[in-house]
């Protein structure tokens, strides 16, 4: 019944004395690949997405164009006043304030080049 036993471990026991201690560590080094494994940058791709991008940002252009091109065209050329009759008024009133305030101003720079100066310029 045990008469095979001590044949197997004899047998294991040779295998294991072959083993070098290179041969162990070699089983748990890391083996080191060179080769690219199918990684490999296209770049016709990435000129291909480029030129889409190119191609959709050009066509939305010519849509947003297009789209304000139609909301300016719909849009009446004149405004139609919304203005009461005391907010016209009120707009004369201030213009002609400004207008009296301009000519003010006009007379007495009109007056102060005409009169010269009462007092004497030293450096002459």
Avoid: H
């Avoid at 044949?7 to 295998?15: E, H, Q, T």
């Amino acid at each position: 019944m045990a008469s095979g036993f001590p044949g197997k471990i004899i047998k294991l026991c040779r295998i294991a004395m072959q083993i070098d201690t290179k041969d162990i560590l070699k089983v748990f080094k890391k083996k080191k690949i060179w080769k690219k494994k199918d990684f490999e940058i296209n770049p016709n791709l990435y000129w291909r997405y480029l030129l889409l991008m190119v191609l959709v940002v050009v066509a939305g252009s010519f849509v947003f164009g297009f789209v304000v091109y139609n909301q300016i065209k719909s849009e009446p050329l004149y405004a139609p006043s919304t203005g009461s009759e005391s907010e016209r008024t009120d707009q004369k009133n201030r213009i002609l304030e400004m207008l009296e305030y301009f000519e003010a101003r006009a007379d007495k720079s009109k007056t102060i080049i005409e009169n010269p100066s009462s007092v004497v310029d030293p450096s002459l």
